[in-house]
């Protein structure tokens, strides 16, 4: 029997997410003004969930009879292999620990999307780089192959044949998680229905490691009636990208979730076209609470430079007020930094958000992540060579109209106008019935001014430099 640690160190430097985040390479959200400030504690708070792939490699090395220690802290752990979840925004770090554990005689080695593209951040470090889905891999060392140099992972195709993450051994705090809904906290855990993306948006690291593959429905109501079985009031974060691209599946789900009469919630990602009423309507009465889906830019010609295809608003809107008479939450995503973005443009665009009326929303700035056809694409523009501010919050490449400082002013705009409001209150403590009354919407719109006051001394610079 070997010691097998494995790392999914706590990140440096703001609320730091790795993971299935950026499929993979991890964000980092940093507070630059009060109201990101605010968002960045709460995020750290509140939106922690237990790593997926180390669940699953957990689980490899403890049916192996291999003893299963996980780690997000920094102290060096007595072990004789320790595996490290890799990202770009913290990678320093992880090297720091992994060289630590390399003085203790311990073999290391590097695991996720930033080991799997750029291995050389990693090189010289470690003893073994794992590149690609790690299981394939993780399977051969549990089984006594001894893991030296650049070892390839080949994607499992049948992903019914892998083994329920050992969340036992991860051990997901107790409240560590919020489902949205007000402020009620839980425990939560992640899980994968579905691996990579079958859409082809340009900016996308998604899907830039493997291809789509999904798991049976049997195996995942399997996976459920497991986790019901170990954990009380449970949460569950369905992290595929887009949950819902087969509708009939999601149907056959949510009804074996009502038949086997399992008590949970849980929340998905997914593209708003690929939902309609009666698909919302089974989910919710299965348990669905929150429903996370990407708007990335209201205007179409945006959306077709990126090789993402438009939803019409009307659509969006209707899902959306479906969703409040349920109690669903929505959160939308928008990305600011397209090329075709002007300052005046991010203003149209929190205003179409605020419209939009989710119950949240996320904002982002453009970011070219490595192996996705936007890096190749941008490279020539990029002026930023510093791996770790690919974090989805800072702008790297030479844009037209933006520079990096007025990109993320802009950013903190998105947060305060949208976060900020008297009806948004509302609706977070549950009266959104009253949120769109024409007093309330006065109040908005003196809300807005209000805060172009506090923002003048930056809004008048409205002369942009490149970058």
Known sequence: MTRIILADL?????????????????????GHSFTTRCEKNLRRVLQNLPSIHLGYLAS???????EVLVTRGDEPIDGDVAIVLTSLVDYRH???W???????GTKVGFVGTAATHLPQLFEGVGDFIISGEPEAAITRIAAGEEPNGPMKSEAVDDLDSLPFPRWDLVKPGRFAYTSRRL???????PMLTSRSCPEKCTYCPHRITA???ARSDQNVLDELTDLCAQYEHLHVVIRDPLYTLDRDRCMRIAEGIRTRGLKLTYE?????DDLDEDLIRAMQASGLRNINFGVESPDPLVLRSVARRFIPFEHMRRMINLCWKLEVTTTAFYVIGFLQD????????????????STFANFKILTPYPGTAQFNQLKPLINDDDWQHFDGYTLNFQHPKLTPRRARLMLGMCYSRFFVRPSNILNFVGMHRYAHLPMLKRVDAWSWRWQEYFDRPWLVERKVTTA
Request: hydrophobic share 35%; charged share 30%; proline share 0%.
């Open 342 to 357: 002007t300052e005046e443009s991010i203003e149209q665009l929190i205003r179409f958000a605020v419209d939009l009326d």
């Open 98 to 104: 992994a060289e630590a554990m390399q003085r203790r």
């Open 183 to 189: 402020f009620g906290a839980t425990r939560a855990v």
């Open 268 to 272: 998905c990602e997914t593209r708003m």
């Open 60 to 66: 490899i090395f403890a049916n192996a009879g291999h």
């Open 10 to 30: 706590k990140g440096r430097g703001g609320y730091v997410n790795k993971d299935t985040v950026a499929g993979g390479y991890g964000s980092r959200f940093q």
């Open 94 to 96: 992880e090297r720091e």
């Open 211 to 213: 291809g789509f593959r």
